[in-house]
C-alpha cells in the first residue's frame, strides 16, 4: 500500500513528464546533450554543423509546424528550394528527445525577395540558409524548432560554408527576424535572446573546420494577426 509520501512523489513524476511530452511546463527547449544529444547535426565523417538558433516552444503553435515554419520563414527573406529540389544529402541531429539522429525536415534558402524562384538564385550566387530538426520525440517534447543555420558560397565553390559562416549566417537570420513580419496575411513578431554554455565555442568536430563563437540565439515568435 503507496503512504502518502510515496503517493505524492510519484504524483508529481507523472506530471513532470506529462507536462514534458505536451510542454505544459512552459518550457523553450530542453537541452539536448543533458539526455545524450548534440549541438551539432551529423554532416558525415564526425563532423556536423552547429545548431545556432532555436525557435522556442514558447512561440506561437501555428509556427512551430510544417507549414508554419515554411510561411515564418518566407517572412523573414527564406523559401523552399530551387522547385522543390533538394540537392545533396540530408543530415540529420539528435536533440536527446528519444528520436535519436533523425533526419532534418525543411532545408529553407534566402530567396532575395522572392519566395518562388529567389532560392535558385541562391543556388547559384550563395547566400544563407538553415536546416530544421524539431524537438518532439516521447522523451522530450519541447516542440522548440533547432536550426543549423550557415551563409554559404556559391555553386561554383561547391557550395563550401563562407569564412565565419555559421556565425555570420546566425546573425543574418537573427537581424531579419526581430521586430515586426509578415507573409501571406500572418503577421509575425519576434524576440531574440543569446544563449551560452550549449554549444561549445571553437572548430572542434565543426563541419569544414570553421569556428564559431558558441552563442546560440533563441527566437520568441508570436503570431500578433492571421486570415
Known amino acids: 500500500m503507496f503512504s502518502f509520501e510515496s503517493l505524492v512523489t510519484l504524483t508529481a513524476f507523472l506530471l513532470s513528464r506529462f507536462r514534458q511530452d505536451v510542454n505544459m511546463g512552459g518550457v523553450p527547449f530542453y537541452n539536448p546533450t543533458l539526455a545524450g ?25 501555428g509556427v512551430l509546424t510544417g507549414d508554419g515554419i515554411v510561411n515564418y520563414a518566407r517572412a523573414i527573406g ?29 532545408e529553407l ?21 538553415f536546416r530544421v530538426f524539431p524537438q518532439n520525440g516521447a522523451s522530450a517534447n519541447s516542440g522548440a524548432l533547432f536550426l543549423a543555420v550557415s551563409q554559404e558560397e556559391p555553386a561554383t565553390e561547391h557550395h563550401d560554408i563562407v569564412p ?12 531579419a527576424a526581430v521586430g515586426e513580419t509578415s ?5 509575425y513578431y519576434t524576440t531574440a535572446e543569446n ?26 515568435v508570436a503570431i500578433k494577426d492571421s486570415p
Open 195 to 220: 544563449v551560452t554554455g550549449l554549444l561549445l565555442p571553437g572548430s572542434e568536430h565543426v563541419n569544414h573546420g570553421i569556428a564559431q563563437d558558441g552563442v546560440v540565439t533563441l527566437l520568441t
Open 109 to 129: 534558402r534566402q530567396d532575395y525577395d522572392n519566395s518562388g524562384i529567389g532560392t535558385c538564385l541562391e543556388s547559384l550566387v550563395g547566400g544563407n540558409h
Open 183 to 187: 507573409f501571406d496575411g500572418i503577421i
Open 37 to 61: 544529444g548534440s549541438m551539432l547535426d551529423d554532416a558525415g565523417d564526425g563532423f556536423g554543423e552547429p545548431l545556432n538558433v532555436i525557435i522556442s516552444g514558447l512561440s506561437s503553435p
Open 78 to 106: 527564406f523559401s523552399e528550394e530551387c522547385f522543390g529540389l533538394h540537392l545533396g544529402g540530408l543530415m540529420s541531429a539528435n536533440l536527446g528527445d528519444g528520436k535519436g539522429w533523425a533526419n532534418q525536415t525543411y
Open 164 to 175: 565565419d559562416g555559421y556565425n555570420i549566417g546566425r546573425n543574418n537570420l537573427v537581424a
